[in-house]
């Protein structure tokens, strides 16, 4: 979509927004809490279904579909080790030294928080621990660009630049992008690029920012369920996201509890 469609949001949606992120906080804590050994992607996803419900919002990704897709039948994204994300929640129960990606769609009065972490199971091998880390001060530092003034390209070359450091596969087919009362809306923001370069960002943008390395080559592919993507050379894979707003002061991270 051309980026002349990005949508600027007024005080009164952001304030929305707001609400649907700390929402969103609070269920993926729950989320975080409950990830165990034995525990499996149905147990956590009906959690999230019933912790949505608790707080009279919905769970956005249920029945998203977009362009002939089946529609998606989980409230959130489940995607261990190999699986970097879209993983559809199933009954293999985890194992320590397992890493997941738990991602999650919440909406309320019709606006949608998106925000996703990767945390281990039990203990994990140091490779791991590192992937983790570095994905999630990759996000930190996209945000910390997400100014007005700045650029799009700042905000990827940020990103981009703790995955290169690391030696990490930069994932090309996904990235974020807007959000606001579609979950998907432009811009898309890869996760690497030159600053300087894109859209110019305004106060009143609302992004979605979701950086994803792996520990080997950067191709992935889709699977037959035509939702779960993995890595093709079935490297370990880590993905953080949060939604954003950027106001004319700098950032505020909208899915987070403050
Ligand atoms: N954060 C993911 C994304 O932006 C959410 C995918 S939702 C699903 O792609 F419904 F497609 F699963
Ligand atoms: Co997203």
Excluded at 155 to 178: F, K, L, N, P, V
Excluded at 223 to 230: E, F, G, K, N, Q
Aim: glycine share 12%; with cysteine.
């Amino acid at each position: 979509m051309p980026v002349s469609t990005v949508v600027i949001k007024s005080k009164d949606e952001i304030a929305l927004l707001r609400e649907a992120g700390r929402l969103n906080a609070e269920v993926r804590a729950a989320l975080r809490e409950a990830v165990a050994p034995g525990v499996t992607g149905r147990d956590l996803d009906m959690l999230a279904k019933d912790e949505i419900a608790k707080r009279g919002a919905q769970p956005t990704f249920v029945g998203y579909g977009p362009g002939g897709r089946p529609p998606y039948p989980g409230a959130i994204c489940y995607s261990v080790n190999d699986n970097l994300v879209h993983g559809i929640p199933n009954d293999r129960a985890l194992r320590e030294g397992d890493i997941v990606s738990i991602d999650l769609g919440v909406t309320y009065k019709g606006y949608v928080s998106d925000a996703a972490f990767t945390c281990g199971v039990g203990k994990v091998a140091a490779e791991a621990e590192d992937l983790m880390k570095i994905t999630e001060a990759s996000l930190w530092a996209g945000i910390e660009q997400a100014r007005p003034g700045n650029y799009l390209g700042d905000i990827s070359a940020a990103i981009g630049r703790w995955g290169e450091d690391a030696g990490y596969g930069i994932i090309q087919e996904y990235g974020g992008h807007g959000v606001g009362r579609d979950m998907h809306e432009p811009p898309h923001v890869a996760n690497f690029g030159r600053p300087g370069v894109g859209y110019k960002l305004k106060a009143g943008m609302v992004l979605a920012l979701e950086p994803m390395f792996a520990l080997g080559r950067h191709e992935t592919e889709e699977m037959a369920d035509h939702w779960t993507v993995r890595m093709r050379d079935g490297s370990l894979s880590a993905h953080f996201e949060e939604t954003i707003a950027i106001l004319d002061d700098g950032p505020e991270v909208l899915t987070r509890i403050r």
